[in-house]
């Protein structure tokens, strides 16, 4: 079972208590189900973490923060971020203070749900954060941390969602190449000391490493680590592991380029057999997929394109082989072709579980800038993407399989505007560059919530393109479930379990 599907089942369990169910009724001897469909109900309190943004005193970061409206959600609620200290600061940034013994004043104030917030930030001592919400704001709720750096290694746009603490990330599609820079950022959200072993495995597989055993990240700290001091190998393609010992943290790779830019690397979804890489870019200069399984066996996947018109096999990549324990690199080249288009990667046999991501690389010569795109779960019954602007954003709807309805809606603005909506068609084996609705009158940057209406998964992903003078500097997050609700069994008072 999956650590996330543990965590749903205490979340649930907790929630059965608030709503006043005593037990779940036995059933009769007919041998009958009896038992009433599961109820869905809003979550009551959701964490987030956000890792330190950069290290260039060029850095500029806006936090939006956007929670969406949920049905049957408390009509009171709370949420707030706070600073998060490295070391021996801990103890401070637990008690909200900074180094001069002042209250620590968070980036940005989220507000009531349906409301986007924004912040900004400056330089390269901007702290990683930890986020709270409760009731009406704890369903969906979402902080994007946007920042532009104007020169330098990493230069450009580095975009991640800040996500929710767990105990075990992948991350393929890390690098300790010659002109790569990354670090992987911890930071723990709770009041004991959280402990975390890093591992690194390449195209032979684990790299030799004791630096990256038992991490120590302190109570409501945080801590990077660049990963060429945790193997002295130059690898080209590294998937990275994150496994908590004790406690938990949120995790996330920033992966910086001299070159081509830097953004952050997001944990893939789970291992699994199928996987969909949503939302390249149509003007993709170079596409590289990394793939890793963590099983003792080999993958064989076949690679097709979700394209506007339906499924295509890139000619000379129609399968990738994937060696057990090994990550494997596979160049596409321009792959797309101007149009929209997501990976779709299937088994050709048996089902052997896999994590991949993809690089992507837009421009060409000196102006060129680059992201990630992890393979992603479905958008589920809600996603959000909460930094959007009134130019730039792309929102890309792939459904593999089944088609799909889905509706869009974009929230006011920070600053003014009105919400608008439309609902689109995603035909079977299609990726799709919609038209996102953009609220009327917008001022400020607003949200994205997208939902599945009806037909098969869909999986999502948001683009966001900040033009300069040299570079169109961009960024991808994908638009997994929010789960900003939970399955709550139905159950009834039966007072005959006392008697026996």
Not at 412 to 431: F, N
Request: with cysteine.
């Amino acid at each position: 079972m999956k650590r996330t599907t543990l965590s749903l089942i205490a979340c649930a369990a907790a929630l059965a208590a608030v709503t006043g169910f005593a037990a779940v009724a036995t059933p009769d001897g007919s041998g009958a189900d009896t038992a009433a469909p599961a109820a869905r109900l809003p979550v009551e309190r959701t964490s987030l973490l956000c890792p330190a943004p950069s290290t260039s005193d060029l850095a500029e970061t806006q936090y939006t923060s956007f929670t969406p409206v949920t049905k049957g959600a408390d009509e009171k609620g709370e949420a707030a971020l706070t600073t998060a200290a490295r070391g021996d600061e801990a103890g401070d940034a637990q008690d909200g203070k900074k180094d001069d013994g002042k209250a620590a004043k968070p980036p940005v104030d989220p507000k009531e749900p349906g409301t986007p917030a924004t912040g900004t930030t400056s330089g390269s001592d901007t702290p990683a954060l930890v986020g709270t919400a409760e009731g009406a704001r704890a369903p969906g709720w979402t902080v994007q941390q946007t920042t532009e750096v104007a020169a330098g290694t990493g230069r450009g746009l580095q975009g991640v969602n800040c996500t929710a603490p767990d105990t075990e990330f992948w991350f393929p599609g890390a690098s300790t190449a010659a002109g790569r820079t990354d670090y992987v950022h911890l930071t723990n959200p709770d009041d004991s000391a959280a402990v975390v072993d890093i591992e690194l495995y390449g195209k032979d597989g684990a790299l030799e490493s004791t630096v990256g055993e038992g991490v120590t990240v302190p109570p409501h700290g945080t801590e990077s680590l660049l990963l060429s001091t945790l193997a002295d190998v130059k690898e080209t393609d590294l998937t990275v592991h994150v496994g908590v010992r004790s406690g938990r943290v949120g995790a996330a790779v920033q992966a910086l380029d001299d070159k081509t830019g830097g953004d952050w690397l997001t944990a893939a979804a789970d291992p699994a057999g199928d996987l969909v890489l949503p939302g390249i870019p149509k003007d993709a200069t170079a596409v590289r997929l990394v793939l890793f399984t963590p099983g003792g066996t080999d993958a064989d996947l076949k690679v097709r394109l979700a394209s506007p018109s339906g499924l295509i096999t890139p000619a000379g990549h129609e399968t990738v082989h994937v060696k057990a324990g090994m990550t494997t690199g596979v160049d596409l080249g321009e792959l797309t072709r101007g149009e929209a288009g997501s990976l779709v990667l299937t088994p050709t046999d048996g089902a052997v579980p896999v994590v991949a991501a993809v690089r992507v690389v837009r421009g060409k010569g000196g102006e060129q800038e680059s992201a990630f795109i992890p393979a992603t779960d479905p958008v589920g019954a809600r996603a959000t993407a909460a930094d959007n602007r009134a130019k730039g954003t792309t929102l890309a709807l792939t459904a593999p399989g089944e088609g799909a309805e889905v509706k869009v809606t974009a929230s006011a603005g920070t600053e003014g505007g009105t919400t608008a909506t439309k609902t689109y068609t995603v035909k079977a084996g299609t990726t799709q560059n919609v038209e996102a609705p953009v609220p009327a009158g917008l001022k400020g940057a607003y949200a994205l919530t997208v939902e599945t209406v009806s037909g098969g998964p869909v999986h999502a992903s948001r683009t966001l393109t900040v033009a300069d003078d040299d570079v169109a500097s961009f960024t991808v997050q994908t638009l997994p479930d929010d789960r900003g609700t939970v399955s709550v069994p139905n159950a009834e008072e039966d007072l005959s379990v006392l008697q026996k």
